[in-house]
């Protein structure tokens, strides 16, 4: 039985050889340039019209970039020269983005379990540590107290409200995110007698949420819990990230996410906002949103073969790079990313093939019984929506396979 890939995103064609073209550039020629296979290829125009999109539906709202998702540093230069804000996970990530010429003080770090040092450098630059829990924000007072500085410190809230039909729930229940909304009043408080710099609320309840009214309804929920909270704590808070959830068409079936409808009701929600946040800027958070569909992972053809009827394609990559496309991360039911044959782009489809990687697991499977056109040793193939959560989540090390290039084409700087 054929299987359906997921939609290929808008922004991809082919040349007139049936080449595939990514920001302009034939896939062979990248492949060519970068010298070797497998390779990610990152194109910022993309990026940059989604960008554009949003400002374009959420007018006065601050973009931040979660890091995360694609950490490369010449995704997040771009990046840098895009949005109004970084979110960061860890240390690693804020050394990253400091070096890439990011400004500290528009940096937050969230994140359970950050160690000391990491807390110590995000003070000493002057970057806002998300708390999520009280043990922690005892220990950055005290480094604070003990450098003699005035840390910039925000609250992560565990909502008591999920984001709902989204891919990874973050809120709602017990969490290891953020404090329960009924413990968050009693440590502002205890920032702002301590002489922190409070910087507000960090609000984050999913992501890949494809369902506008869901978005709506979680934006309009987080709103009024903030103004809530703020009430209760007596502080006004200068920064209420909404935390973010946009989604990406990932399989067949999935529909692309209109974020107009959204921004409208944020709009109108945030013009008619409660007294306690009257002076509040307002942030969403994403990563995927914005990069995911700006990267195709190509992976070369090294055998063609054939097993009790089926017909297999093994590459050179696999899910050593691009573990979610394998359907290893975290998914419960594998479905077929979009994926084409990156060397005959556009061409009939002609054959069912299973296109596998080259790792030794019967996991590492990147399209199950797909119809392709026919290809053979030395074809491209294409993964698409390889922009986030790609090379940096997957499990490079695993068979210490030959390791994957990434380049960036139409960088802004
Ligand atoms: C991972 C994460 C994001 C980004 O999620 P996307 O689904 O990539 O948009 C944003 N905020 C926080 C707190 C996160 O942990």
């Not at 309840?205 to 103004?227: K, N």
């Not at 975290?330 to 994926?339: A, H």
Request: charged content about 20%.
């Amino acid at each position: 039985m054929t299987k359906p890939t997921g939609p290929i995103p808008d922004g991809f064609a082919s040349d007139r050889d049936y080449m595939l073209l990514i920001g302009g550039r034939r896939a062979d020629d990248l492949a060519a340039e970068a010298g070797d296979t497998p390779l990610f290829v990152y194109d910022m125009a993309l990026v940059d019209r989604r960008v554009a999109r949003f400002r374009a539906a959420f007018p006065g709202v601050d973009l931040h970039y979660a890091m995360k998702a694609n950490p490369h540093p010449g995704v997040l230069r771009h990046m840098l020269a895009q949005v109004d804000g970084i979110d960061l996970a860890s240390g690693g990530e804020m050394r990253t983005a400091i070096a890439a010429g990011g400004d500290p003080r528009r940096m937050s770090f969230a994140g359970p379990g950050k160690r000391d040092s990491e807390l110590e450098a995000a003070i000493a630059a002057g970057v806002t540590i998300n708390l999520e829990s009280e043990g922690e924000a005892g220990r950055a007072l005290l480094i604070a107290e003990r450098r003699g500085v005035m840390p910039r410190l925000a609250v992560r809230v565990n909502p008591d409200f999920e984001l709902k039909g989204s891919g990874m729930r973050m809120g709602g229940g017990a969490k290891p995110f953020g404090l329960d909304a009924s413990r968050v009043p009693a440590l502002v408080r205890r920032l702002v007698e301590a002489g922190a710099e409070w910087r507000g609320f960090h609000i984050f309840a999913g992501s890949q949420a494809l369902s506008p009214d869901a978005l709506i309804e979680a934006q309009r929920a987080s709103v009024a819990l903030a103004a809530d909270l703020a009430e209760k704590a007596g502080a006004e808070p200068p920064l209420v990230n909404l935390g973010g959830g946009f989604g990406i068409p990932y399989v067949h079936g999935d529909q692309p996410l209109d974020i107009a409808p959204i921004g409208e009701e944020l709009t109108q929600n945030i013009g008619n906002r409660p007294q306690a946040l009257a002076r509040s800027q307002f942030a969403i958070e994403l990563g995927r949103w914005l990069v995911g569909e700006c990267g195709v992972y190509l992976t070369r053809v090294l055998d063609r073969k054939y097993s009790q009827g089926k017909t297999f394609l093994v590459v050179d990559g696999g899910m050593h790079h691009q573990l979610a496309a394998s359907g290893n991360f975290g998914q419960v039911i594998r479905r077929n990313y979009p994926v084409a044959i990156a060397t005959r782009f556009g061409t009939p489809a002609e054959e069912q093939v299973s296109i596998v990687g080259c790792l030794c697991t019967p996991l590492d499977i990147l399209a199950d019984d797909v119809m392709m056109p026919c290809a053979d040793v030395g074809d491209l193939v294409a993964v698409f929506l390889a922009g986030a959560y790609g090379l940096t989540a997957s499990p490079q090390a695993f068979l210490s396979q030959h390791p994957a290039g990434e380049v960036v084409v139409n960088p802004a700087v």
